[in-house]
C-alpha cells in the first residue's frame, strides 16, 4: 500500500474531527501516490467540502499542528503546496 493510501487510513480511523478527516480527505485527493503536490486554494477545499473558507483553513491549521501535514512552496506556484508529514507515518502506524 503507498504512503498515500496508508495517510488515508489512518486519517479514518483517527480521533480527528469529522471536518478535519472531511478537509484531509478532500486534501489528499489532489496527492500523487506519495503524499506530495496538493495544490487546491482554501476557496477549492472549501467548495469541495462544503464548508467554509475560514472553516477549512481551521482544520487545515489543525491538521498541520496534530502532524498529519506539512506546508511547503512548490517553487512554481503562489500558493502552499500539501503533503503528508512524516509524523503521520508514525501515527498511522498507531492507529
Known amino acids: 500500500m503507498s504512503q498515500h493510501f496508508s495517510w488515508q487510513a489512518a486519517v479514518t480511523k483517527s480521533d480527528l474531527a469529522s471536518s478535519t478527516k472531511l478537509v484531509l480527505l478532500v486534501i489528499g485527493t489532489y496527492m500523487n501516490q506519495h503524499g506530495e503536490g496538493a495544490l487546491p486554494s ?44 512524516a509524523a503521520a507515518c508514525e501515527l498511522e502506524a498507531k492507529a
Open 42 to 85: 482554501y476557496k477549492r477545499l472549501a467548495s469541495y467540502a462544503s464548508l467554509n473558507r475560514a472553516t477549512v483553513i481551521r482544520h487545515v491549521e489543525l491538521a498541520v499542528e496534530q502532524g498529519w501535514l506539512t506546508r511547503g512552496a512548490d517553487g512554481v506556484s503562489r500558493g502552499d503546496t500539501w503533503r503528508i508529514a
